[in-house]
């Protein structure tokens, strides 16, 4: 911790990347002051509105993002015009596909955020000059990989109350990861719709389920998108984990 703090104050740090959650945690932490200094020149930091489209499906990339706050949904769209959200990105995620030029996936902002966004060929030359940048984007993909993996199996094999707790657990330990691990406290990034669809379930099978967590005490919920999970342990052994 003391390291991070003498680094936060570090002067040669700029000012843009002193408080960024993604400077630590995220892809960033892998530069040194003076690369982030030169990534600084040419960096932009955003606050869009609940669903702007970040990144186009099949459309060319200029720019990649990190993620600052808020919540990111990745959609896939089918021929006929249907579509599919195939997963949640959260705060200091690494937001693009670096060496590929179109997106295979549509990015929509699902809450307000904050995104830090950085021209392409920037990027790329900064990872063929920086190893440790291009590891970290390796670990960021893997990480994708095993939770892609992981919720493969809560779509095919979990009962509809695991589904839905595994998402709200999803959601507990990614909003705020300072906290304690035996509580949480979030607002549903998603609506009601949005959640049947990330769950391949109904919209009144998801409203059922909440409301049978909420009447068990496993959850709170005010103002119909605020949620409280006083013991995560609990809602971990319903999800099945």
């Known amino acids: ?7 936060i104050h570090n002067s040669d740090v700029p000012v843009l990347c002193k408080a960024c959650e993604a400077r630590h945690r995220g892809v ?12 600084s020149k040419s960096a932009s930091r955003k606050k869009l509105g609940s669903g702007t489209e970040l ?3 099949s459309l060319t990339a200029s ?3 990190n993620i600052i706050g808020g919540v990111v949904k990745l959609v896939k769209m089918l021929a006929d015009g249907r579509q ?6 959260f705060a200091p995620d690494f937001l693009g596909r670096p060496f590929k030029n179109e997106s295979a996936l549509t990015a929509e902002a699902a809450t307000d955020v904050s995104v830090c966004s950085f021209p392409r060929p920037v990027i790329e030359k900064m990872m063929s000059e920086s190893p440790e940048l291009e590891h970290k984007l390796l670990e960021q993909t893997l990480k994708e990989l095993d939770e892609a993996r992981d919720w493969m199996v809560t779509l095919g094999r979990k009962t509809a109350a695991e589904k839905v707790a595994s998402f709200l657990l999803l959601i507990a330990t990614n909003s ?3 906290n304690d691990g035996e509580s949480a406290e979030f607002d549903l990034p998603l609506t009601r719709a949005d959640i049947a669809d990330f769950l391949g379930l109904t919209i009144e099978t998801v ?35």
């Open 28 to 39: 960033c932490g892998a530069l040194s002051p003076s690369q982030l200094q030169s990534l």
């Open 207 to 241: 409203s059922r389920q909440l409301t049978k967590l909420r009447k068990e005490g496993v959850i709170e919920v005010r103002n119909n998108r605020h949620v409280s999970v006083p013991h995560l342990e609990r809602l971990a052994d319903i999800a099945g984990f």
């Open 176 to 178: 705020d990861p300072e």
């Open 55 to 57: 990144m186009g499906e």
């Open 63 to 65: 720019s990649y993002s």
């Open 84 to 89: 599919q959200i195939v997963g949640l990105q």
């Open 1 to 7: 911790m003391d390291a991070i703090r003498k680094d």
